[in-house]
Nanobody
């Protein structure tokens, strides 16, 4: 059974930092693209970033470029999302998702409703 378990969310002041973790199990980690999405209250889900585990290729939404960094620890089957310079508009539930290659990040970026595996989410609240 594939499981994605997010952690690291919380309440933080604007300008602060957080590191979110997504621990994956039940899958061959290197065969997947792992992405982060977020959903703010009353808004649609938004893709934030994605990493192709096998080659480390990454992409980011324009709204987070320069502030968010995605990385993976293949030995731990864990993907991290480092978030710096947090803004109130970063508030939301952050979800980890996994999609096998060749779809991987390409599918996540264009057809997120079709993504196979999702975590339960970790909430991030940024106070002004």
């Amino acid at each position: 059974e594939v499981q994605l378990v997010e952690s690291g969310g919380g309440l933080v002041q604007a300008g602060g930092s957080l590191r979110l973790s997504c621990a994956a199990s039940g899958l061959i980690f290197e065969d997947y693209g792992i992405g982060w999405f977020r959903q703010a209250p009353g808004k649609e889900r938004e893709g934030v970033s994605c990493i192709v585990v096998s080659d480390g290729d990454t992409n980011y939404a324009d709204s987070v470029k320069g502030r968010f960094t995605i990385s993976s620890d293949n030995a731990e089957s864990t993907v991290y999302l480092q978030i710096n310079a947090l803004k109130p508009e970063d508030t939301g539930v952050y979800y980890c998702a996994a999609e096998a290659l060749p779809g991987g990040c390409t599918l996540m970026n264009h057809y997120s409703d079709a993504v196979t595996y999702w975590g339960q989410g970790t909430p991030v609240t940024v106070s002004s």
